[in-house]
């Protein structure tokens, strides 16, 4: 492949990408194109932007003299259009941009409310995806005296403890009977929802909208649930999940195999002769034909600098890594390691907590092999815990081995009794 490479994105999949190239390529033309910033922002410190706990600035990750010295061409613009018999990709002020080799990250972007009464609503409407997103939340709090926020992932609870971080006083609707079934089972869900309460959030399990109501001017006024609930609101973040950034690709020339995301092969090669994705809008096919989007950071940044190699003719073949997550809802802190949601029926778990608000571990095994790991409220390095799994550690091996994966963090370590006694109980119910 020769030296132009354009990569629309300039996400935590396109940045890693470019330098990636940049250290193999010395001569290469690397230009990244971005419709939502100038410079490459930590999204997942969205959130401290908005809790003022960190100045705009502070979001990006590199010093911005970085891009020049490594001769990265930066560009601000929407990319609307794309011509891979030509290969050409065009800027929404008509600028035409040849490329030898196209990485598309365009990320993931939020879904819309799909509720009766919305359309009507001009104002007060937000979602907490992009800086865009950041600038309206914050450009609305200062009016907002009661919120709603609807949708029970990581994006809605930490919209959640910033709106209440402003002294806003939110209902939080989540329409499963506890929070977040995605990630977390019900005692693990029980434990974060009553950490949610604590905080004075009004949290509505089962609570779906059903219709949303705005006031004369078109700010929104009120939701009204499947509860037959109606709740006054002046804001309404809508967090009820991301979906690949890949609609602007529906109109284009020359689209890509589009599935949820862009489609590729383990080579980050979409169905266009050139032209690669990855990050959040890459979709891969599970061995059992199953279409695989990743929407993690560790995953994107992984992704990016292995579609960089690919692009340089590297024999690549991506395999998804071990799913590892770490994040944190409001004070309590949460570690995911392997699989811990969507088990085999021979799946069984320990489950134990420690003294503490919300402190808890999970270890999940299958016919004699640990599987996964979840934890709340306490520390662990997520390392061991991906070794003993590829290792196939047993259950009781790990047990005996817990203190390995501690930190010795300030809080010192959970003290692992409670794991001692979970554990005797788990041998009696697998013997049983
Ligand atoms: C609030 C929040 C909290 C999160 N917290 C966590 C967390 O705790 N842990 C975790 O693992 N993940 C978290 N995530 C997810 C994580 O941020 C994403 O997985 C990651 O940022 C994806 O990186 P990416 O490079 O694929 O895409 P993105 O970071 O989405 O970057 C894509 C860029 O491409 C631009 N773009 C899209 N289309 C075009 C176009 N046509 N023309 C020009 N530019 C375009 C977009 O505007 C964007 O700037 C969080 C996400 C959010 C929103």
């Known amino acids: 492949m020769s030296d132009r490479f354009l990569i629309i994105g300039n996400g935590v999949a396109g940045i890693t990408a470019a330098f990636t190239l940049r250290q193999r390529h010395p001569r290469a033309q690397i230009s990244v194109i971005s419709g939502e910033s100038d410079y490459f922002i930590s999204r997942t410190a969205l959130m401290y932007a ?13 010093e911005r003299k970085a891009y020049d010295r490594q001769n990265i061409q930066r560009l601000r613009a929407w990319v609307t259009g794309l011509d891979a018999t030509r290969q050409i990709v065009t800027l929404d002020n008509g600028l035409e941009l040849p490329y030898d080799g196209l990485l598309l990250a365009t990320g993931s972007v939020p879904n819309r409310a799909p509720w009766a009464g919305v359309d009507a609503v001009r104002e007060g409407l937000v979602h907490f995806v992009s800086l865009q997103h950041l600038a309206e939340c914050e450009r609305l709090t200062p009016t907002t005296r009661r919120a709603a926020v609807v949708g029970g992932g990581l994006i809605g609870v930490e919209l959640v403890e910033c709106l209440l971080h402003h002294g806003v006083e939110v209902d939080f609707l989540v329409r499963d009977a506890w929070y977040w079934p995605m990630a977390l089972a019900r005692e693990e869900g029980e434990l974060i929802a009553n950490r949610i309460r604590h905080h004075g ?3 509505h399990l089962e609570h779906e909208v059903t219709s949303v109501a705005a006031d004369a001017q078109g700010r929104i006024a009120s939701i009204t649930t499947n509860q037959g609930t109606t709740l006054p609101c002046q804001m309404l973040g809508v967090a009820i999940g991301v979906r690949p950034g890949v609609d602007w690709l529906r109109q284009v020339a020359t689209p890509p195999e589009l599935g949820r995301g862009i489609r590729v092969n ?3 090669q979409t169905s266009l002769p050139h032209v690669y994705a990855a990050g959040d809008c890459a979709e891969f096919t599970r061995p059992d034909g199953s279409a695989q989007v990743e929407q993690i950071w560790y995953s994107a940044k992984r992704q990016g600098e292995a579609a960089a190699r690919a692009m340089l003719g590297d024999a690549v073949q991506y395999q998804p890594p071990l799913f590892f997550n ?25 489950f134990c907590q420690f003294p503490g608000p919300a402190a808890s571990l999970r270890i999940i095994e299958n016919q004699g092999a640990v599987i996964g790991f979840n934890a709340l409220g306490t520390r662990w390095n997520h390392n061991v815990f991906e070794t003993w799994i590829q290792q196939r550690k047993s259950l009781p091996d790990i047990v005996s081995h817990l203190r390995d994966a501690q930190f010795d963090v300030e809080f010192g370590r959970a003290p692992l009794a409670p794991v001692t006694a ?4 788990w041998q009696q119910q697998v013997q049983a």
């Open 50 to 62: 908005y809790m003022d706990q960190l100045d705009l600035r502070d979001l990006e990750p590199f």
């Open 201 to 203: 959030v009004h949290l």
């Open 266 to 268: 383990a080579q980050f």
């Open 326 to 350: 770490s994040a944190k809802f409001f004070d309590i802190e949460y570690t995911t390691v392997g699989d811990v949601t969507r088990l085999p029926a021979t799946a069984t778990s320990l």
């Open 422 to 425: 979970a554990f005797a109980a």
